[in-house]
T-cell receptor, first 110, second 115 residues
């Protein structure tokens, strides 16, 4: 079963706009990670935020984590056509596995 | 590029057959995890190998098995294939330390179709 739930399931915006995706989870975590997947191929790691961190930046990406609400958000600023992909949050539990949500399908329209 | 490779890219099998999927991890990584991703879903954890020993398993039956070798290669074996085994199979390598799930680097996946 999947722990994380991404919201929305699909998002379509114009190039240059900002895109925000949300993730909720159920159990305590070590960290939360965001991945991107293009066209059903391998996942590309975007950013990892640890449970004792609240916000993290990487280029045009900004991730927040609220452990009291068991939620995270991913903001992509100044979106580009190349950002079109599926985005997954994954919670790190112990030393073993990542538990993924079902993903948000992001489409950037030119 | 993550430095993780998988073979083959695509594979077609029939129900009841057996299949072996291969993965080559990043040099220096001591952990490999395997995930199954059905169409339209997020990846589901199958199992993880740490220093050549199984180190955790998801909700998959024993006909899913694996091996990890000292040369950073690993295998996922599936016996008695069922139609529902059709999926994208992803391996991910990582350097496990201090009992924490660190960044996992994914290969491009093997698309398995069971007819």
């Amino acid at each position: 079963s999947q722990q994380g739930e991404e919201d929305p399931q699909a998002l379509s915006i114009q190039e240059g706009e900002n895109a925000t995706m949300n993730c909720s989870y159920k159990t305590s975590i070590n960290n939360l990670q965001w991945y991107r997947q293009n066209s059903g191929r391998g996942l590309v790691h975007l950013i990892l935020i640890r449970s004792n961190e609240r916000e993290k930046h990487s280029g045009r990406l900004r991730v927040t984590l609220d452990t009291s609400k068991k939620s995270s958000s991913l903001l992509i600023t100044a979106s580009r056509a190349a950002d079109t992909a599926s985005y997954f949050c994954a919670t790190g539990q112990g030393a073993q596995k990542l538990v993924f949500g079902q993903g948000t399908r992001l489409t950037i329209n030119p | 590029e993550t430095g993780v490779t998988q073979s083959p890219t695509h594979l077609i099998k029939t129900r009841g057959q057996q299949v072996t999927l291969r993965c080559s991890s990043q040099s220096g990584h001591n952990t490999v995890s395997w995930y199954q991703q059905a169409l339209g879903q997020g990846p589901q954890f199958i199992f993880q190998y740490y220093r050549e020993e199984e180190n955790g398993r998801g909700n998959f039956p024993p006909r899913f098995s694996g091996l990890q070798f000292p040369n950073y290669s690993s295998e996922l074996n599936v016996n008695a294939l069922e139609l529902d085994d059709s999926a994208l199979y992803l391996c991910a390598s990582s350097l496990q330390r201090a009992g924490s799930t660190d960044t996992q680097y994914f290969g491009p996946g093997t698309r398995l179709t069971v007819l």
